[in-house]
């Protein structure tokens, strides 16, 4: 299994990005996809998460409003659209996979808000 995330960068606060991680080696449609983040110092904490049929999606309250995710089963990819992005949300972020009590990671993706 991989999930290969791309799309962080440095931005300016109040910017935008758009995360998106790729999946392979698993059968896409039957996972729950997530999106987490660490920031320096911090444990990992959950920031969304959406059903294999997209019903279902749950935000962090910090990102409620601002972060969108959304995922492709025909192209195996989950996205995490960030507007007026903040320098709290600074940090490496991770796309995993579950399904059931199986849960794989990516490798991360950095995302710097600074001016």
């Known amino acids: 299994v991989q999930l290969v995330e791309s799309g962080g960068g440095t931005v300016q606060p109040g910017g935008s990005l758009t995360l998106s991680c790729a999946a392979s080696?698993?059968?896409?449609?039957?996972?729950?996809m997530g999106w987490a983040r660490q920031a320096p110092g911090k444990e990992r904490e959950g920031v969304s998460c959406?059903?294999?049929?997209?019903?279902?999606?749950n935000y962090t309250d910090s990102v409620k409003g601002r972060f969108t995710i959304s995922r492709d089963n025909a192209k195996n990819t989950v996205y995490l659209q960030m507007n007026s992005l903040k320098p709290e949300d600074t940090a490496v972020y991770y796309c995993?996979?579950?399904?059931?009590?199986?849960?794989?990671w990516g490798q991360g993706t950095q995302v710097t808000v600074s001016s």
């Open positions: 995993n996979a579950r399904l059931g009590s199986v849960i794989y």
């Open positions: 080696g698993l059968t896409f449609r039957d996972y729950a």
């Open positions: 959406i059903s294999p049929g997209s019903t279902r999606i």
